[in-house]
């Protein structure tokens, strides 16, 4: 699995400033408010964006019931879907290479990173899904050490207060990176809780931040 240290574009790692907007939000913990970083060089693109869980299922703490349940795995499968959550030019032909989620309201079998190679406005792009196995998390069941890692997962995505977070990870392959000006936050057509999405983009022209919200969902990459 990628991890945030490898999202390193243009010299800079993009886990500087993600760290720093996290740390802060992680303190305030504001529902209705997500974060997103998306580094673009040559032909890739890696997007990261976290959550709190209530924003996007309602609650944050481990599931009580079916109900609930059945809630956090249809957000899962959603989140996974970066072509519906990160809208791109068709004009760039971009691919969604990988898509991870990983939450702690649900303990989830274990699973490798999601690829996937549809291409990113074709018809047929609606198939990556069955590419796509039906887990994120650590199993519980796992050795010592793997028990270890599942611990220190939780604590990432789980603070002290009790909160809980979704993070998710996408990277595309653009085979037209010209044509790749900006990215449309689709997430906001699905979670009618996201009020705010705080961003950090870093591509050709150096780094820009700011925030958007479902009526000026556009970042530009330029």
Known sequence: MKTMKQLCVLGSCLLVGFAASAASASDAHEHGIAELNAAFEGKRLDIMFKSPADTIVGFEHEVKNEAQHK???????????????????????????????????????????????????????????????????????????????????????????????????????CQKPKELNSLQV????????????????IGISGQKGGEVNSATASISLK
Do not use: W
């Open 71 to 173: 809630q956090v795995i249809a957000a899962v499968q959603q989140l996974r879907d970066g072509y519906q959550n990160i809208l791109l030019p068709d004009a760039a032909l971009c691919i969604l290479k990988h898509a991870n989620v990983e939450q702690t309201l649900v303990a989830m079998s274990d699973d490798h990173d999601h690829d996937t190679h549809e291409k990113h406005g074709h018809e047929d792009k609606h198939g990556h899904d069955e590419n796509m196995a039906a887990s994120d998390d650590h199993d519980h069941d796992h050795d010592h050490d793997h028990d270890h890692d599942h611990d220190h997962d939780h604590d990432k995505h789980q603070d002290h207060g009790g909160h809980s977070d979704f993070m998710v990870e996408y990277t595309f392959e």
């Open 186 to 201: 689709g997430l906001f057509n699905h979670y009618p809780a996201l009020e705010t999405v705080r961003y950090q983009a």
